[in-house]
């Protein structure tokens, strides 16, 4: 299975890659020097390391088939609308050490239980000398990930994104600002639009990169906990496949969430030439953010338990006493205490991550207007944490 699903990625890069020279995609992203470059150079390199992990990935079938066993009681998935608090709760909880959660370098650099065990092995004799490759590293990462701090700051320890682990399938949605003529890429955003061969190959893989997360990990009995704000249209998916999975959703006032969204992808945009004038992102992610809204409340509809929601607006005021009520609601075992040792902790992050950035928007007024409604909805039907007891 897990060759015939490499096969079938790959089959997917290729094609993404064939069409960015089709004349539809030429004329929205001309190939400009910085297009070719990308395509011709950078491309390849992005390839070969999915190559590796797929390498890495089938050699797991043969040295650690136990990892299929693992077994994932109540994960956490934390998901919503981009650019309304995900990333910040995500540490937050992280913070407590009460949970399991993947970072950076795991995500991106190691997805298979190989490549951790050959990286921990190198991290223990780079410790031993005092550390000059990890410091390089971090060095590294720094300088060529700045134009995206404004999505969130990287740092190769860090809890991040698990969809960046889907890399390898071409399953992660970021690719959308190199490839953005990708109808593929984009459906990733609404996983229904995918073809069900698709999206099954996808929801399979990702599992089996939790499990593998976890079999390799230092503390598997802890709970495992996820955050993919991209994630809102993929949770009743999730939840057939983690029935006993707990939900949380951060919303947020949807013109100040997709300004915001849309300012802190345009360095991106930019790094990769993909939208030379920036007119064409803010149509697409108009559409995502309305499938989203419409997702989530379907989702919040028919999810009588183990779903808790959160709007950015309260979580801005009362971050402490709304965690702590989240946390109490869906049973999840962490102390105020620890809650407020974290908070300050992370008091600088939060601020950044929970800043409202603003694009001009006035030529979408109707489709606005649509999604506060939506937005309201979701307010109004939240079955359970919506901030009614937190005080302004």
Request: charged share 20%; aromatic share 12%; with cysteine.
């Amino acid at each position: 299975m897990i060759l015939r699903a490499a096969i079938f990625s790959f089959g997917i890069y290729l094609k993404i890659w064939f069409s960015s020279f089709a004349s539809r995609a030429k004329t929205r992203t001309p190939l400009s020097f910085l297009r070719i470059l990308w395509l011709f150079i950078v491309f390849p390199l992005l390839m070969g390391a999915q190559g590796l992990n797929w390498f890495f990935l089938v050699l797991d079938e043969l040295l650690f088939p136990a990892y299929r066993n693992t077994q994932l009681p109540k994960p956490v998935f934390i998901s919503g609308v981009p650019r309304s608090g995900t990333t910040f709760v995500h540490r937050e909880f992280a913070a407590t050490g009460s949970f399991n959660t993947m970072t950076t370098w795991e995500a991106i650099l190691a997805p298979s239980v190989t490549q951790r065990k050959i990286l921990r092995l190198l991290a223990k004799l780079d410790r031993s000398i005092g550390n000059p490759f990890k410091k390089t590293i971090n060095l590294a990462v720094a300088s060529q990930t700045k134009e995206f701090n404004n999505i969130h700051a990287v740092g190769l320890d860090a809890p991040e994104e698990d969809y960046l682990s889907l890399l390898p399938a071409a399953g992660c949605f970021i690719l959308v600002l190199l490839f953005p003529h990708s109808s593929h890429l984009w459906k990733l955003s609404n996983p229904a639009d995918l073809d069900p061969k698709t999206r099954q190959l996808l929801l399979n893989l990702y599992r089996s990169l939790v499990q593998r997360h976890i079999y390799s990990s230092s503390s598997p009995q802890k709970q495992f906990l996820s955050k993919n704000a991209i994630f809102g249209a993929w949770l009743p998916y999730l939840k057939k496949m983690f029935p006993d999975g707990k939900f949380i959703i951060c919303i947020r006032e949807p013109q100040a969430a997709l300004s915001s969204q849309l300012s802190s992808i345009r360095g991106g945009v930019d790094l990769f030439g993909s939208d030379r004038e920036f007119k064409h992102f803010p149509t697409e992610f108009v559409s995502v953010y309305t499938n989203l809204f419409q997702a989530l409340i379907h989702f919040s509809e028919n999810t009588s338990s183990n779903l808790s929601i959160l709007d950015q607006q309260i979580l801005r005021k009362n971050s402490q006493e709304y965690l702590q009520q989240t946390a109490d609601s869906l049973e999840l075992s962490f102390s105020k205490k620890t809650l407020e040792e974290t908070e300050l902790q992370e008091t600088s992050e939060s601020a950044h991550h929970l800043r409202a950035d603003r694009v001009d928007l006035s030529g979408f007024n109707s489709e606005i207007k649509k999604m506060d409604e939506l937005y309201q909805q979701l307010l109004k039907d939240a079955p359970l944490t919506t901030g009614e007891s937190i005080s302004d």
